[in-house]
């Protein structure tokens, strides 16, 4: 089993988007010894139905309370004003799959992005146009990309990622998880502060 931190999240997430600073620290931390490898979870990949007025009064206080926590800045005007959009994550999640396939390296800046897009900038990220321009800006082909992405294998790939996560005991996001002599270690299951998270890898390592 390869040591590495494992992060498992959704860019629909907002207790994602609110950790995303403390992950950073973790990965400048430890970057010179343990790779860092991006998993996608399926916050809600098989949502098909509109947000109705609940869902949104529901997601607009949840979002509120991360913001408060974290201080992480929200844009609320597509929960607010966008009619028909569909909650469905599954597209996201399939664009990162896609450029972990072509710059693994880049997964996570990605992630970050299209991310950042969709709640500090109120960005409907679920629109194959949005999800291509920014990968293009990461240097991938608009064509390459879109290619691969509409392939029914990465399709596959996606839905294998969201199994793994379940199948490690993987509930709800962000998840992180330290891979170290030959067993899984959860440093969080849930929102954590980096300096949480370090100390559980220092008593594991030391």
């Known amino acids: 089993m390869k040591e590495e931190i494992i992060y498992i999240g959704d860019p629909m997430c907002s207790w994602c ?8 620290k ?34 607009k ?4 309370e991360v913001h408060t926590r974290t201080q992480q800045p929200f844009d609320f005007r597509l929960l607010e004003s966008a009619k028909g959009f569909v909650y469905n994550t599954e ?19 990605y992630f970050k992005a299209i991310q ?17 321009e920014t990968a293009k800006s990461l240097g991938i082909n608009p064509i390459d990309f879109n290619t691969y992405f509409q392939k029914e294998s990465t399709r596959k790939e996606t839905y294998d990622d969201f199994t793994w996560a379940q199948q490690i005991g993987v509930t ?3 998840s992180v998880i330290l891979s170290y002599n030959q067993e899984l270690f959860a440093l969080a299951l849930g929102y954590r502060t980096f300096e949480d998270m370090d100390e559980i890898i220092r008593k594991i390592i030391d």
Not at 17 to 24: T, W
Not at 61 to 64: M, P, S, T, V
Not at 91 to 109: D, L, Q, S
Request: aromatic share 12%; hydrophobic share 40%; proline share 7%.
């Open 172 to 174: 709800g996001f962000p």
């Open 116 to 132: 950042s897009a969709f709640y500090a900038k109120a960005i409907d990220i679920t629109q194959d146009e949005v999800l291509i």
């Open 91 to 109: 597209k996201p999640c399939r664009a990162i799959v896609t450029v972990r396939h072509f710059i693994p390296e880049k997964a996570h800046a």
């Open 61 to 64: 206080d949840h979002w509120q």
């Open 26 to 59: 973790l990965m400048s931390k430890y970057q010179d010894r343990f790779p860092f490898r991006t998993v996608v979870g399926g916050l809600r990949p098989y949502e098909t139905q509109p947000m109705d007025q609940k869902m949104r009064d529901f997601l």
């Open 17 to 24: 988007y609110g950790m995303v600073n403390e992950l950073d």
